[in-house]
């Protein structure tokens, strides 16, 4: 099956500065990439996705890469804020399953 | 608004308890899943359902099952549960080629 890996474990940010996190995947079938933020104490939620024929999409301060002959797709967050901090989760899926990364827990430091 | 309810939010629990976590949908969604979350280890899933006869197990499904009794309802079970078990549950609803709406979530405690 897909094996999705996830880098830093953790990150610290002063705010202002970005933020990236890397994930690779290992099933050249995956074709949608969400990412998901979980805050402390709730539930995850989409805040940005990417499928296999995109190279790059932005929405505000937040961008996805993905190279597909690497295998390898980044979360990139500009001008941080310290509403920001939050774990975040990359995910790979060929249209069923959604395997995930292991999280990122990112500190945006005021 | 439409979104993914589950029941109980906490529950302690002893072990050899037989428990049942639910989850509903007002999504319209066809597919349901169930992960469980521990520190270090992300989301893994436990059961899947794109459908109201369709169950098919995940790569951590021992000492689980699932019921999917309707479209908008989707049911974990945990037969005999034990300490290793103790984790955040989380229900998922998408169609498919979308992304998750998870649920609230479920905190259970075994011991």
């Known amino acids: 099956g897909e094996n999705v890996e996830q880098h830093p474990s953790t990150l610290s940010v002063q705010e202002g500065d970005s933020a990236v996190i890397k994930c690779t995947y290992s099933?050249?079938?995956?074709?949608?990439f969400p990412w998901y933020k979980q805050e402390l104490g709730k539930r995850p939620q989409l805040i940005i996705d990417?499928?296999?024929?995109?190279g790059e999409k932005k929405d505000q301060r937040i961008a996805v890469t993905l190279n597909k002959t690497a295998k390898h797709f980044s979360l990139h967050i500009t001008e941080t804020q310290p509403e920001d901090s939050a774990v975040y989760f990359c995910?790979?899926?060929?249209?069923?399953?959604?395997?995930f990364g292991t999280g990122t827990s990112l500190t945006v430091i005021p | 608004d439409a979104d993914v309810t589950q029941t109980p939010r906490n529950r302690i629990t002893k072990t050899g308890k037989r428990i049942m976590l639910e989850c509903s949908q007002t999504k319209g969604h066809d597919r349901m899943y169930w992960y469980r979350q521990d520190p270090g280890l992300g989301l893994r899933l436990i059961y899947y359902s794109f459908d109201v006869k369709d169950i098919n197990k995940g790569e951590i499904s021992d000492g689980y099952s699932v019921s999917r009794q309707a479209q908008a309802k989707f049911s974990l079970s945990l037969e005999s549960a034990i300490p290793n078990q103790t984790a955040l549950y989380f229900c998922?609803?998408?169609?498919?080629?979308?992304?998750?709406?998870f649920g609230s979530g479920t905190r259970l405690t075994v011991v």
């Open positions: 990417i499928r296999s024929n995109v």
């Open positions: 995910a790979a899926s060929t249209g069923n399953q959604f395997y």
């Open positions: 099933d050249s079938a995956s074709n949608y």
């Open positions: 998922a609803t998408n169609r498919a080629g979308e992304g998750y709406t």
